[in-house]
């Protein structure tokens, strides 16, 4: 699986938009793009996943740019119940393989 | 709530003691994953079952570590001979099968060993 790079921490308004960027320079033509996220004392929660094209649900989106060595987990109105560890991971879409997680980014929605 | 359950969730041992922990995945999820956590870090494999087959162990699972998935249904990881090395949060993930690659996860089983 591709490495990836995240940033350690990031703060963000209630309300307002979280960007959490990933990098993923490495990764390969069939490797898909995950997020989870990791709230305090509580296991990781699957959040988004997507291979080429940008991704949507009612959590977040998922923004993956044309040459797909870099990400965007966008949380559109962030609330004090996002705060976690967010973990961007890449990975072949094949049965078996574990999730490797790296130290993902610590996401802070403060009032 | 993902609907994996784990049991117990919170662990206390003195050093030597042998520990067991349960997971209970998702009713019709016939793959089943462990994982450890330590403070800071992200979750680690530790090993996987396909049903009741055990398919593939990590490096970190040392000869002390046991699991097993009798029946393919709930799964069972024991601690022999605890040491303070084993203090972290034991994770366990179910996911349906080929056709979905999302793992749910428990809220873990946190161990103290003193």
């Known amino acids: 699986d591709a490495k990836t790079t995240q940033p350690t921490s990031m703060d963000c308004a209630e309300g307002r938009a979280a960007n959490l960027p990933c990098n993923h320079s490495t990764i390969s033509g069939n490797e898909y793009v995950y997020w989870y996220r990791q709230i305090h004392s509580q296991g990781p929660q699957y959040i988004i996943h997507g291979l080429k094209n940008n991704e949507t649900n009612e959590m977040a989106s998922l923004i993956i740019t044309e040459d797909r060595k870099s990400s965007t987990l966008i949380l559109p109105h962030a609330t004090l119940r996002d705060t976690a560890v967010y973990y961007c991971i890449v990975r072949y879409n094949q049965a078996g393989t574990a999730l490797i997680f790296g130290k993902g980014t610590t996401l802070s929605v403060s009032s | 709530d993902t609907g994996v359950s784990q049991d117990p969730r919170h662990k206390i041992t003195k050093r030597g003691q042998n520990v067991t922990f349960r997971c209970d995945p998702i009713?019709?999820?016939?793959?089943l994953y462990w994982y450890r956590q330590t403070l800071g870090q992200g979750p680690e494999f530790l090993t996987y079952?396909?049903?009741?087959?055990?398919?593939?162990k990590s490096r970190l699972l040392s000869d002390r570590f046991s699991a097993e998935r009798p029946k393919g249904s709930f799964s069972t990881l024991e601690i022999q001979r605890t040491e303070q090395g084993d203090s972290a949060m034991y994770l366990c993930?179910?996911?349906?099968?080929?056709?979905?690659?999302?793992?749910?996860f428990g809220p873990g089983t946190r161990l103290t060993v003193l």
């Open positions: 079952f396909q049903n009741e087959a055990q398919l593939e």
């Open positions: 993930a179910s996911r349906a099968g080929p056709s979905t690659d999302t793992q749910y």
């Open positions: 009713s019709e999820h016939n793959r």
